[in-house]
């Protein structure tokens, strides 16, 4: 096995473990809006056409209001929501209300979901319609867990081998957040679109910011357009953050290197026509479904004037970051503050000072992102308050805003810390951000087994009390939480490498070609392929990152031909 897949598969370990104890520990539809995707989910896999393309009807949604969606052809025991029944938004109540999932016979079910595109539930759907019971629900779970730890894995193993010092690859600790794993451990194509806007980051960043090299570079062009079609299919906001993420990332354009990898890999060609097509398909589902059609609220719900409604949506925005980084159940299971705050100020130091440290290229890539993930969804709910109510969550903007912490990340690599400062910084996320998962995890099957009252004390969090327990019982969701964030540990401990001594370049119109980035030389040493059939060009050993001053905003800038890493480099 080449370092490359193992790497792989290394990072993937390591993500499916942390994601997979959440699979254990949430009731049905504890994480929120479950019972509404599994009903999707349930509808889509009986592969009849009628319930994949199932007709828009007017259908109930969590809150018993009328809103859009559609009818499924489903066991009716699935129809059991936490919210309208049981413990959904009351804190205080355990999960020991809930039915649980349950077959019956196939009946007419409604979903809030039934307009959504089909692609995420064909993966998930199979365990839900024939076992709609605990196992097939810890089966889609976990299903949904892989995919999300595969486009992680992948964006992992993209950013080793092209960051400098592997800063960019630990920051993935910083986006990886604790609400992604808990919205990985449910089934919620929400996660799945997280994890495609954080690997069309990581491979779009040294793809297109950095000088061309087609023959090393061809997996970072399957894995953008594998997750440029899963952020244009998954949910209907998806076409938006591609949008934006992608306009950030191209422009200003480079023809000449557009040009280089388009006469040089066929692939290129192949998945822009693939990601073209998405697009035209996903344009024609959020049509043909009116997945964008909004229902009339009762008369006299909501009052909002212009102005109140702008300022409800600004102040709202400490609620979202903490949305982003993680709220659990149906919006009420929220972890002290200080936990948010540490969070907040790491990824936010690496914002800040990219923005600070880098040019106004960059500047312009972050300004483009804020709009799109803060005021083109601010711009909407404030338009649609007095119709839809305030329904705007962080978890939502996180695919196209995790791209700020990374674009951060490789800046500062590139102009501002050298090889031990990026180790520290490193090892501070490991140390600092990896045990917040483990408190979310425990806050929440505290909330599901006893309650969760506001006045709870550090001696009330014992997530083994409780009169509700996963019909698993509550050790594996502690164990394999435990066990991955141990293993998550180990991996990104040995993430940060060091580069070769700079080697200045005056005058840059006399350099030689430009190639980017080397590698890890611990835990990679390729992540192509042997052999492709799109060039056939040898690739060089051991090549690493070395730093150049030519005029550009990508920051590294080429390499010394055939350059061997510096003894003991890691």
Not at 466 to 477: E, Q
Request: charged residues 15%; hydrophobic residues 50%.
């Amino acid at each position: 096995m080449r370092n490359g897949r193992r790497s792989w598969l290394v990072a993937f370990t390591a993500f499916f473990l942390v994601f997979g104890a959440w699979c254990f520990a949430a009731p049905f539809d504890g994480p929120a809006d479950e019972v509404q995707h599994t009903i999707r989910a349930a509808g889509v896999a009986s592969f009849d056409p009628g319930q994949i393309f199932a007709r828009p009807a007017v259908v109930p949604d969590a809150f018993g209001r009328p809103g859009m969606g559609a009818y499924q052809q489903v066991p009716v025991g699935m129809d059991v929501h936490a919210f309208s029944f049981c413990f959904g938004n009351e804190p205080r109540q355990s999960a020991d209300c809930a039915e649980g999932l349950s077959g019956g016979p196939i009946g007419e079910v409604s979903t809030s979901a039934g307009r959504y595109n089909p692609l995420y539930y064909f993966f998930v759907g199979p365990p839900l319609r024939w076992f709609p019971n605990w196992g097939g629900l810890i089966a889609a779970r976990l299903i949904s867990s892989a995919l999300c730890a595969a486009l992680l894995a992948s964006a992992f193993v993209s950013l080793l081998r092209w960051s400098r010092y592997g800063l960019t690859a630990a920051a993935l600790l910083c986006v990886a957040t604790p609400m992604l794993a808990h919205l990985a451990g449910g089934v919620n194509p929400n996660s799945v679109e997280i994890a495609a806007g954080i690997a069309f980051f990581s491979a779009g960043i040294p793809l297109l910011l950095e000088p061309p090299d087609p023959v090393r570079k061809r997996n970072l062009v399957t894995l953008l357009g594998i997750s440029a079609v899963l952020l244009l299919t998954l949910r209907s906001a998806g076409p938006a953050w591609f949008a934006f993420a992608f306009f950030a990332l191209v422009v200003p354009v480079r023809w000449k290197w557009l040009k280089e990898y388009w006469t040089a890999l066929r692939r290129v060609r192949y998945w822009t026509g693939g990601v073209i097509l998405a697009a035209v398909l996903s344009a024609a589902w959020i049509v043909g479904m009116k997945t964008g059609e909004l229902v009339p609220p009762i008369p006299g719900m909501w009052h909002w004037r212009f102005g109140e409604a702008v300022a409800l949506y600004i102040n709202s925005w400490s609620i979202y970051l903490e949305g982003m980084i993680g709220v659990a159940g149906w919006f009420d299971v929220s972890m002290w503050k200080p936990f948010y705050m540490v969070w907040t100020m790491l990824v936010g130091g690496l914002v800040f000072f990219g923005a600070i440290f880098g040019n106004w290229t960059l500047r312009w890539r972050y300004l483009v992102i804020l709009l799109g993930g803060i005021v083109l969804p601010g711009f909407l709910q404030v338009s649609q308050a007095n119709q839809t109510g305030f329904i705007t969550a962080g978890r939502y903007m996180l695919p196209l805003l995790a791209g700020l912490p990374l674009l951060g990340a490789w800046t500062l690599e590139q102009r501002l810390l050298d090889a031990d400062k990026v180790r520290s910084l490193a090892r501070t996320f490991v140390v600092t951000l990896l045990p917040i998962h483990m408190v979310l995890l425990v806050w929440a099957m505290v909330r599901w087994q006893r309650g969760l009252p506001g006045s709870a004390g550090v001696g009330y969090f014992n997530p083994l009390a409780g009169n509700w327990h996963p019909p698993t019982t509550s050790f594996p969701p502690l164990v394999l939480m435990t066990i991955g964030l141990l293993y998550t540990g180990w991996v990104f401990w040995r993430v940060p490498h060091a580069g070769v001594p700079v080697a200045p370049v005056l005058v840059a119109e006399e350099a030689p070609a430009a190639a980017p980035a080397g590698k890890s030389a611990e835990l990679t040493e390729e992540v192509a392929p042997e052999a492709s059939h799109d060039v056939e060009v040898p690739v060089a050993a051991g090549d690493v990152p070395i730093q150049r001053e030519i005029r550009s905003d990508t920051w590294r800038e080429s390499r010394v031909p055939g350059a061997e890493a510096a003894p003991g480099s890691r």
